[in-house]
């Protein structure tokens, strides 16, 4: 199976940006649609974007819309999470996931352990 490990995460001023990673291991990730999820304190996980096999096809939250760009490199085995413009509602912790299933998935059966992401205003 694959494993995930994502990095980037720092403490940012806002209107500042920053460039998530998610590398993996175990599989080629270039089987996977993968997908960047994020959590608050004391919020429900919420999705933020996603990436077909190929990077043909993105999918994005409306609230990161026009701020944010994923992107992967399957020959790295890594995918890419572009943030720019960021507000302090964008901090919590950013998880990379992948699954097997399909572009369109709503079900990640692989997670990364996370990377903090901090918007000072």
């Known amino acids: 199976q694959v494993q995930l490990v994502e990095s980037g995460g720092a403490l940012v001023q806002a209107g500042g940006s920053l460039r998530l990673s998610c590398a993996a291991s175990?599989?080629?990730?270039?089987?996977?649609?993968v997908g960047w999820f994020r959590q608050a304190p004391g919020k429900e996980r919420e999705f933020v974007a996603a990436i077909s096999v190929n990077g043909a096809y993105t999918d994005y939250a409306e609230s990161v819309q026009g701020r944010v760009t994923m992107s992967r490199d399957n020959a790295k085995n890594t995918v890419y999470l572009q943030m720019n413009s960021l507000k302090p509602e964008d901090t919590a912790v950013y998880y990379c996931a992948a699954s097997l299933r399909g572009w369109g998935t709503l079900t990640y059966d692989y997670w990364g352990q996370g990377t903090q992401v901090t918007v000072s205003s």
């Open positions: 175990g599989r080629t990730l270039s089987r996977y649609t």
